[in-house]
């Protein structure tokens, strides 16, 4: 079965508009778990526009599986050495961006993500790179000795029409496989709901979806804890049973 990350950083967002001790991203996490949530995903940026160092710390006893998101910089790495997250999955990062605009590009960045993931992975975290379904990008992600790639959906999630679709499906698709051959494993994540993640569930060798934008929208009008068991219950419904001899 896929593993369902919950990326909390909007309830975060949400409790930084007042400056204020609530919502607290912590009670969120505990909720998402209840749910059914596999990890929880957070985002701690430079400019800590929404997560905080404290949200780090205090999730980090309490989650079984926590993916700390960041840049591939010394300050942030260094708290991610110190905190030990389970996974550490280096991503873009841009000061007046409203959010992730794509994957990062680890063919063009090769030093700072080489030493990045090395720090990581000497601290003993998994290390992925959150990248964009091309060839090169992953093997060059593979040769940089990451653990695990999550490709960008942001793409994918944005279609308008059939051929925009079925085109970027199979870019998703032939990525997938070419990470496979590798031996990383795949996920994937941004701009992901309860509707567009059906074809991705569907497809081979996907071990991790990172949700946050759609459970915590959902989340808004039910809770936490419901948001996160229907898109549970969305992958459970259409991830493919093996057939048996």
Sequence with gaps: MIRLGVNIDHVATVRQARRASEPDPVAAAV??????????????????????DRDVRLLRPIVPRLNLEMAAVAEIIGIACEVKPDEATLVPEKRQELTTEGGLDVVGQRAAVADAVKRLADAGIIVSLFIDPDALQVETSKNLGAHAVEFCTARYSDVHTP??????????????????????????????????????????????????????????????????????????????IPKTL
């Design 163 to 240: 051929a925009q679709y079925d085109a970027e499906l199979d870019k998703l698709r032939r990525a997938s496989a070419r990470a496979n051959e590798l031996g990383l494993h795949v996920h994937m994540g941004h701009g992901l709901n309860y509707v567009n993640v059906k074809p991705i569930v569907r497809m081979p060798g996907v071990v991790e979806l990172n949700i946050g934008h759609s459970i915590i929208s959902r989340a808004v009008l039910v809770g936490i804890e419901r948001a996160v068991r229907e898109m549970k219950q969305v992958i459970t419904e259409h991830f493919p």
């Design 31 to 52: 909720l998402a778990m209840l749910g059914g949530a596999d990890s929880i995903t957070v985002h701690l940026r430079e400019d800590r526009r929404h997560i905080q």
